[in-house]
């Protein structure tokens, strides 16, 4: 069974923390993205990788950076976090090229910036 | 990416069928037909993809028309657990980087709530 998961399920930072969130995926996939998702705003991409080292940005990268040092891990850091940046983040992975929308997302972080 | 258009909302009652439709009418002819659905507080889920040929698998099937331009996403004995926020995508299958703007991003629009009764 194909497996995401998330480092935490909630999670709770003060603003201008570091704040990093672990993405680990089990299926030898290529490509690893972070989303947020908001009320009103739908799904929007931060950042994704389609291979170790490489990243792209994506719609909303300000922010935030992201780590890609090994195939199966992705993650996602705030430098300094802001309450702007409370949202539900949500990792996803599939393959590269051919399969590339059949995305298999992590549960989910709920991150409160207070 | 094509245009989607699903119903707000939807009810169906436990163990009986449910046919939620999509329509997108301005489809391509590399676009893909893709169903998501998330369930409350928790990640969204693949369900299925098509092209113009029905599909089945586990968790559902995939009527897609003839002209492409509609299709609808059947759960055949639907539960409890099936009620869920259900999106229609619709894009090419492939990922396109260097210069390109597709790059695998999905974009879900409003959806379809569908709640199922027991």
């Known amino acids: 069974d194909v497996k995401v998961t998330q480092s935490s399920r909630y999670l709770v930072k003060r603003t201008g923390e570091k704040v990093f969130l672990e993405c680990v995926q089990d299926?030898?996939?290529?490509?690893m993205f972070w989303y947020r998702q908001d009320p009103g705003l739908g799904l929007r991409l931060i950042y994704f990788?389609?291979?170790?080292?490489?990243?792209e940005k994506g719609d909303i990268p300000e922010g935030y950076s992201v780590s890609r040092e090994k195939k199966e891990r992705f993650s996602l850091i705030l430098e300094s976090a802001s309450t702007n940046q409370t949202s539900m983040y949500l990792c996803?992975?599939?393959?590269?090229?051919?399969?590339?929308?059949?995305?298999?997302f992590g549960p989910g972080t709920r991150l409160t910036v207070t | 990416d094509a245009k989607t258009t699903q119903p707000t909302s939807m009810d169906c009652a436990e163990g009986r069928a449910a046919n939620l439709p999509c329509n997108h009418s301005?489809?391509?002819?590399?676009?893909?037909v893709y169903w998501y659905r998330q369930i409350h507080s928790q990640g969204p889920q693949y369900i299925i993809h098509?092209?113009?040929n029905n599909e089945t698998n586990e968790m559902a099937s995939l009527i897609i028309t003839e002209d492409r331009k509609s299709s609808t996403l059947i759960l055949p004995h639907a539960t409890l657990r099936d009620t869920a926020v259900y999106y229609c995508?619709?894009?090419?299958?492939?990922?396109?980087?260097?210069?390109?703007?597709?790059?695998?991003?999905?974009?879900f629009g409003q959806g379809t709530i569908l709640t199922v009764h027991p």
């Open positions: 098509g092209l113009k």
């Open positions: 299926m030898d996939h290529e490509n």
């Open positions: 990788s389609y291979d170790v080292k490489m990243k």
């Open positions: 995508i619709v894009r090419p299958d492939a990922l396109i980087n260097a210069g390109g703007t597709s790059y695998g991003k999905l974009t």
């Open positions: 996803a992975s599939s393959l590269l090229g051919r399969g590339v929308n059949e995305q298999y």
């Open positions: 301005t489809i391509s002819g590399n676009e893909y």
